[in-house]
């Protein structure tokens, strides 16, 4: 992907700089010309109409007006991006923070006017493009930019749906990260908690929502994937190990060395050892995150993902193992080699350790996650059946949106009808008929099934 930054130049070194840093290795930076003659105007034009994103940082000049025109050439290069449709980031430097209005070029032949014209222009929203992103520093900048990168990788990133293969709905099992193809509905939730981890550099994400709310699959199927597959915005490789912590039994740690063991097979570590090693040590889950990841840890990211986190409060998981679980996670919250994201079910709230330290992790990472509404499951129904080639009225799919309803147990029914229904797919056809779902009682059986 080529994407042009476009800037004057002598006043905004240290942003300039910042973008490239937060662009390197993603993309190719196609930068503006130094300008001073009429032939620049040609290239930087060119330069642009090639491009597939443009950047403009906007600060206290107004730049070089090239011979025979009446605006700059970083206006010029605005006005080609916007003439060719591309999409635009425009950030523009906060007015406090500009402690020197610049002359261009040193001659002195554009008045303030000129760039205070412009700048507000822009910022008023008068301009089709949108409004701009204010920034203070360099560092507000990178964020923006490497917000803005994500958002057009989400968009643009495959123009066209794949055609999945297999069962399009899993029925009253959770999606899995192999699943994400036919995972619909969440692109606010994925983009949020995505953007959380990778804009924001947050280390722990707490996902919590009632039970039937789509937490686990959320997870596995959204962020992972958008994280592992999409590794070109965050700048490091991202290395999920997914646990629940009683999936083994009563001992969350044997859950989570098996998860690593499994994760690091090179590592040669024997879950017994490992598991009383972080049992009685639980800070040394930052040397195994740094004995993982080895030689790339300054480029990788561990993401410790542990599901049904509630499992950790079962009166079977003794006090002595719960206690120091929660000494262990906290150890990892603090090792810049690791993140922490859990799935937990909102009627445990109450049962989350009340010492300072656990109490500011929670509301610090805290992200709820509610059952879908209508729009959410519309497309949780269409989205699969469109991957998978398969068709469905607008008539069944309001039909089966009427029988469910939004309150609690919703996902899960529909989800589990739809399996339902694909089953009594003819062996031949591509219909996900109405035909079939009467003949299956519709929800109303499956919610007997169900229960």
């Known amino acids: 992907m080529r994407v042009y930054l476009s800037s004057t130049l002598n006043d905004l070194k240290p942003e300039r700089e910042a973008v490239r840093k937060a662009l390197s290795g993603h993309c190719t930076v196609v930068e503006s010309y130094t300008a001073d003659e009429r032939s620049v105007r040609e290239s930087c034009l060119a330069d642009v109409a090639e491009c597939d994103l443009y950047i403009g940082i906007i600060g206290g000049r107004y730049g070089f007006i090239p011979p025979g025109e009446s605006i700059s050439i970083t206006e010029l290069e605005y006005q080609e991006a916007r003439k060719h449709k591309l999409p635009t980031l425009i950030c523009i430097k906060d007015d406090d923070v500009i402690l020197k209005r610049f002359h261009d070029a040193g001659t002195q032949e554009n008045l303030p006017d000129r760039i205070e014209s412009f700048r507000q222009r822009i910022n008023s929203g008068s301009e089709e493009a949108g409004r701009p992103a204010i920034f203070k520093t360099p560092e507000d900048l990178k964020e923006h930019v490497l917000k803005a990168l994500w958002r057009y990788s989400e968009r643009h990133g495959a123009i066209l749906p794949k055609r999945i293969t297999g069962r399009p709905y899993p ?189 500011a992790l929670l509301r610090s990472g805290h992200f709820p996650v509610a059952v879908p509404g209508p729009a959410a499951l519309e497309k949780m129904i269409t989205g699969p059946a469109q991957a998978a080639g398969l068709t469905i009225s607008p008539r069944l799919v309001q039909r089966i949106l009427d029988d469910t309803g939004s309150g609690p147990g919703a996902l899960a029914l529909v989800e589990f009808a739809l399996s339902l229904l694909y089953d009594k797919k003819e062996k031949d056809s591509d219909a996900l008929t109405e035909a079939a779902y009467t003949d299956m009682g519709g929800c109303c059986r499956c919610d007997q099934r169900f229960v």
Request: charged share 25%.
């Open 171 to 359: 029925g009253l099992r959770a999606f899995r990260t192999v699943e994400s193809d036919r995972f619909f509905g969440r692109d606010a939730e994925i983009e949020a908690l995505t953007e959380r981890l990778v804009v924001r550099s947050e280390r722990f994400l707490a996902v919590i929502g009632p039970s039937g709310s789509g937490k686990s699959s959320l997870v596995y199927a959204g962020l992972i994937p958008a994280l592992t597959e999409r590794s070109i915005v965050a700048g490091v490789r991202w290395i999920p190990v997914s646990f629940s912590p009683r999936e083994l039994g009563d001992d969350p740690f044997q859950s989570l060395a098996a998860a690593l063991s499994k994760s690091f097979p090179d590592q040669n570590w024997r879950v017994p050892d490992l598991t009383q090693r972080l049992r009685t040590h639980p800070a040394d889950i930052a040397a195994v995150a740094s004995d993982a990841l080895g030689s790339d840890g300054a480029a990788a990211q561990l993401l410790l993902f542990a599901d049904q986190f509630e499992e950790v409060f079962a009166s079977k998981v003794e006090d002595a193992a719960r206690s120091n679980f929660f000494k262990l996670l906290t150890a990892a919250v603090e090792c810049p080699l690791v993140r922490v994201v859990i799935a937990m079910r909102s009627d445990f709230y109450n049962q989350w350790p009340q010492d300072e330290i656990c109490i």
